[in-house]
Each structure stands twice: as C-alpha cells, then as structure tokens.
C-alpha cells in the first residue's frame, strides 16, 4: 500500500510551526510548507501544496485563512490533522485580563472559535502535552500527544561570562502573562546585591518597540539597576542568540495556573540543548510541565518563597549545577532528539486516521 503524502502546513507563530511541523516534517521526509520563517507567505502556493498531499496537519489554525482551508481540502477528501501546544480558552488559555480594549478581547474570542471550529471538522488533533489533549477531546475524542524535540544541529558552545557577575536570563513567555510577578521582590533583591545580572530576552522588538499590553513588564524590568536587554529575533537566530548571551543560570517562574499547566516542557529542552542550569517551576499537585522524569535534570522551586536562596545557592555551588546542565544535555539529545522522533510522527499521524 502506498504511504500517504503528509503536509506540515505552518502557522502564523514562526517557532511554534519549528518545533510542531518544520522539524517532524523535514525528519521524517514529509512536506512542509516553505521555510521556518512564516510571518510572509503565499496563501496560493500553500493551497497547491495542501492539494497535493493526502494528510494536511495544520498547526494552530486560529485564523480564517487556515480554517477556510481546512473546509475545503476536506471536501476533496484530503485528511486534516488539527496540532496546538498552548490552550486558548478565554480566561484561562488566553489572559483575558492583559488585553487592552474590548476589539482586543474580541480578536481573542475569534481565535479560540476559529480553533475549536476547526479542530471539530477534523479528522483528529495533535496536542504537545495530555492535559491538552484531554481538553481537545472534548472537541474531538481522535486526540493523541506528540512531544516537542529539539534538534541537535542547534547546539552552539556557550560564550564564556567574563564580565564578573552572575548571569541570570529571562527567556520569551516568562517575561509577560503574569509568570515573574510572584517572584517580584525576589528579583529586586537579587539585582540590588550587585554581583548579578538579569537579562531580558523578549519583551521589546528590535526598533525599541514592545509585546502589545506588555508595558507593565518592560517597566519592571527596566525599574532594575543590573539589567540586559535582548530582542526578539527569529528562531533560526534563536539558539546562536542566547549561547552568545554568556548566561549561568535560566529560570523559569511561572504562575500555577491551568493555561501553565498545559504547557510543555520546551524552554527546559532549549535550554538544555546549550547546557545551560535551569531552575524551574513546580506547582503544589506536580502538574507543572517540569516536573516529573525531567526533573532529574533541573533545579525545581515548589515554595515561592525560596527562591533568591536557590538562585544564591546555585551560584555559590555553580559546579555543581553545571554538571547537572550537562547530563540534560546528554539527555535531551538522546530522549527528545527529533531526528529519531520524527518518525513516530509521521507513524503516529498515520496511525491516528486510520
């Protein structure tokens, strides 16, 4: 029997689309859709590639353009697989509360309808973690997780910190959406000893300009006396960025809450790929997306309370804590490495529509 034609249609979030379908489609020798970089891209060329595949797995489709799609390549019989790895229910997938006026909000409510319409008409869905899942297959029962993965041809060497104080870095998601807020005062303390620095990667573009609804963040960050600041770049410029920022230690705070919950582990995978130490969040029940095996390769905080001592401890005993980023390291190459995982992917998807 022949094998089935599989599209990995990206999305309007470049590295969502890298980690969901540029990676898993480029390894298990599928088509994808153009390049990585999916901010520009021909609505025409997309759906005469669609047409020439028999499974179009179609990531985040929380636009018109992508569910108009689906429709149609539906009616020519094409299989359509629905991926996502965030919720966006109001008011617990998307923060409700940080956007701005009522045309904001409304533009939120259109981009969850426009996903849970589509993920109804699909064949079945893909989510990155099961407390995702579940919610989707309430929508759709035809639901399975397929994990992120890294891929090791963006490992880089680290640049060497000579500057004499410790190096923290706040990377994308952790900056915004409420997630450093009850580590506040924490933060304060650290930046008011001198010998350490926080460094900002998100927030502002690179013309200056910040995240809308973000101005609150960039405030808090710019009160600091010891701070850096890194701006977005796109995310074939993503790991040679961060290995030149020469940081010891990435945390990565966040409020426990359902929309963290259903977050996957990316941002410990990334970090580890550089053997960068990671000191994470861990909620009360365990269902943060760190806990668990991956734990054995991290530094958890449980208590919020505890952590500037655990950030202190980490750079007084740094060695220590190296050795640890270097066993994820290892790690993650061998358990989350997308050149061996594409292909369960692709069986995986197969699998699902049949």
């Not at 980690?19 to 390894?27: D, K, Q, S």
């Not at 997938?93 to 309808?113: D, F, T, V, Y």
């Not at 270097?326 to 050149?339: G, T």
């Amino acid at each position: 029997m022949k094998e089935p034609k599989i599209l990995f249609l990206n999305s309007l979030y470049d590295g969502c689309y890298y980690y969901r379908g540029y990676l898993p489609g480029v390894y298990s020798d599928s088509m994808v859709v153009g390049d990585f970089i999916t901010k520009d891209f021909d609505k025409d060329i997309i759906t005469a590639q669609a047409k020439k595949a028999d499974i179009i797995v179609i990531q985040r489709p929380n636009e018109v353009f992508r569910h108009n799609l689906a429709i149609s390549l539906k009616a020519l019989g094409k299989k359509i697989v629905f991926d996502n790895d965030d919720t966006y229910l109001p008011d617990k997938g998307i923060p409700m509360h940080l956007l701005q006026n009522e045309k904001q909000r409304e533009m939120a409510r259109q981009m969850s309808k426009f996903l849970n319409d589509t993920l109804r008409i699909c064949d079945g869905a893909i989510a990155s973690t099961e407390i995702l899942a579940k919610e989707y297959r309430e929508i759709n029962p035809n639901t399975i997780v397929l994990k992120n993965c890294i891929d090791p041809m963006d490992e880089y060497p680290c640049k060497e910190n000579k500057t004499g104080k410790f190096r923290i870095g706040f990377i994308g998601s952790v900056t915004t959406n409420d997630d450093y807020k009850h580590i506040k005062d924490q933060i304060r303390a650290l930046d008011a000893r001198g010998d350490i620095t926080i460094v900002v990667f998100g927030l502002k573009y690179k013309d200056g300009r910040v995240l809308a609804a973000c101005d609150e963040d960039k405030n808090f960050f710019a009160s600091l006396k010891n701070v850096e600041w890194q701006h977005f770049v796109p995310v074939n410029e993503y790991y040679l960025t961060i290995a030149n920022l020469a940081l010891d230690l990435v945390i990565i705070p966040r409020k426990e809450h359902y929309f963290n919950q259903c977050k996957s582990n990316l941002k410990f995978l990334e970090m580890s790929l550089l053997s960068i130490p990671v000191l994470a969040q861990g909620f009360s029940d365990g269902t943060s997306p760190y806990q668990g095996v991956d734990e054995n390769y991290m530094t958890i905080v449980v208590d919020n309370d505890t952590w500037y001592d655990k950030i202190l401890e980490i750079k007084d005993n740094y060695g220590r804590y190296k050795k640890l980023a270097e066993k994820a390291n290892y790690y993650v190459k061998k358990f989350y490495n997308v050149k061996t995982y594409a292909k369960e992917w692709k069986e995986q998807i197969i699998k699902l529509l049949n």
